[in-house]
């Protein structure tokens, strides 16, 4: 069964400094996965997603998320962050069609 | 927020109320879900419908029903639901339910049951 672990409940940093969010996956074969964030009383939005193509996947608002088979994981970064960057971020593994599996998130403090 | 829309955002209700939770898509997707996000526990999957049909219950008491009438509308009626049901539940679509394809949430309907 795939699985996900977010390694991080929560994250805080100051703005400008970079941001990085840790997340390992379980998988018995190469899977898909994707990042999605989720500003307060707003849906998930996509921020990107790994589908086998290049192992480092750039996303929308300057992220990007690197796949390591080998440590089985894809952190998500971003070089500098920004106050509206304070959100709660989902690391998720689809192991089959239409089924995603999401980690318990990730909530990204942003310090002035 | 005009790809995919819920209403009521809010809602409480009581144990012996009936209510339903309306989603459109405007997106022209075939594929629609439900998932329920409750506090510290990750997103859960709870029904998949595809061109109208549903291919997923992922073993969802009966007191929730779904209904999914065409590919741009799904609903969520509630009966006898339980104060432990008090939860965000999301709708989401995709173009088709497969493998890679991206899934676009709407902003949820915070549900309160007393």
């Known amino acids: 069964a795939q699985s996900v672990t977010q390694l991080d409940s929560h994250v805080s940093v100051s703005e400008g400094t970079p941001v990085l969010l840790r997340c390992n996956y379980s998988?018995?074969?190469?899977?898909?996965l994707f990042w999605y964030v989720q500003h307060p009383n707003k849906g998930l939005q996509l921020l990107l997603k790994y589908t086998s193509a290049a192992t480092l996947v750039k996303g929308i608002n300057g992220f990007e998320a690197e796949f390591k088979k080998s440590e089985t994981s894809f952190h998500l970064t971003k070089p500098s962050a920004h106050m509206s960057d304070a959100a709660e971020y989902f690391c998720?593994?689809?192991?089959?069609?239409?089924?995603?599996?999401f980690g318990q998130g990730t909530r990204l403090t942003i310090n002035p | 927020e005009t790809g995919v829309t819920q209403t009521p955002r809010h809602l409480v209700m009581g144990m012996t109320n009936k209510k339903s939770l309306k989603c459109e898509q405007h997106?022209?997707?075939?594929?629609m879900y439900w998932y329920k996000q409750s506090a510290k526990k990750p997103l859960e999957l709870m029904f998949v419908y595809n061109f109208k049909e549903q291919t997923e219950n992922n073993s969802v008491p009966s007191r929730f029903s779904p209904e999914c009438p065409n590919s741009s509308h799904l609903f969520l009626h509630l009966h006898t639901l339980q104060p432990e049901d008090s939860a965000l539940y999301l709708c989401a679509s995709s173009q088709e339910p497969a493998y890679q394809e991206t899934q676009y949430f709407g902003p949820g309907t915070r549900l309160l049951v007393l």
């Open positions: 997106l022209g997707h075939n594929a």
């Open positions: 998988s018995s074969y190469s899977p898909s």
């Open positions: 998720v593994v689809q192991p089959q069609a239409q089924k995603l599996v």
